[in-house]
């Protein structure tokens, strides 16, 4: 089994070390990737239930299966904006495809904050027998470039 986790950012792909936050950097939550995006666009990067969904929309989890789910952290330190420059339509629990809009933010105001607004992808829990692989592409495309692949041991 496979599951594909498109970019859900436009922007430049960076390695999970070079995020400047060790709950990030040091794959406290788990491994991935982070985006540092060119527009305020973010979409689903898998298709299923809308899980998790902070309340300030800077951070979600769309379910992939049961044991399956994809956090996007928009930014860095970006909770502390308690919501401002965030907008989006979707609520929690909401079944979302692949590709859809689920977030919209003003890149510049996060910006201009003084926070950054670079977004770490991540697989958190994943099951024990699963193998990540990671793009080798320097710069994706939201909704259309696969970020993320992961490929399970079914015989397991």
């Given at each position: 089994?496979?599951?594909?986790?498109?970019?859900?950012?436009?922007?430049?792909?960076?390695?999970?070390?070079?995020?400047?936050?060790?709950?990030?950097?040091?794959?406290?939550?788990?491994?991935?990737?982070?985006?540092?995006?060119?527009?305020?666009?973010?979409?689903?990067?898998?298709?299923?239930?809308?899980?998790?969904?902070?309340?300030?929309?800077?951070?979600?989890?769309?379910?992939?299966?049961?044991?399956?789910?994809v956090l996007v952290h928009i930014g860095l330190d970006t909770v502390k904006l308690q919501g401002r420059s965030f907008f989006?339509?979707?609520?929690?629990?909401?079944?979302?495809?692949?590709?859809?809009?689920?977030?919209?933010?003003?890149?510049?105001?996060?910006?201009?904050?003084?926070?950054?607004?670079?977004?770490?992808?991540?697989?958190?829990?994943?099951?024990?027998?699963?193998?990540?692989?990671?793009?080798?592409?320097?710069?994706?495309?939201?909704?259309?470039?696969?970020?993320?692949?992961?490929?399970?041991?079914?015989?397991?």
């Open positions: 089994m496979k599951i594909e986790v498109v970019a859900p950012l436009s922007g430049r792909v960076v390695s999970l070390e070079k995020v400047p936050d060790p709950v990030f950097s040091q794959r406290m939550l788990g491994d991935g990737l982070a985006i540092e995006p060119t527009e305020g666009r973010v979409v689903a990067p898998v298709s299923g239930r809308l899980s998790v969904f902070h309340s300030s929309k800077h951070a979600f989890v769309v379910q992939a299966s049961e044991t399956v789910g989006s339509e979707v609520q929690l629990g909401d079944q979302v495809q692949a590709g859809q809009e689920l977030v919209r933010f003003d890149l510049q105001s996060v910006v201009d904050a003084g926070y950054s607004p670079l977004s770490p992808v991540i697989l958190p829990d994943l099951p024990s027998h699963y193998r990540i692989e990671k793009t080798n592409r320097e710069q994706v495309r939201a909704g259309v470039d696969i970020l993320l692949v992961i490929l399970f041991d079914e015989r397991e």
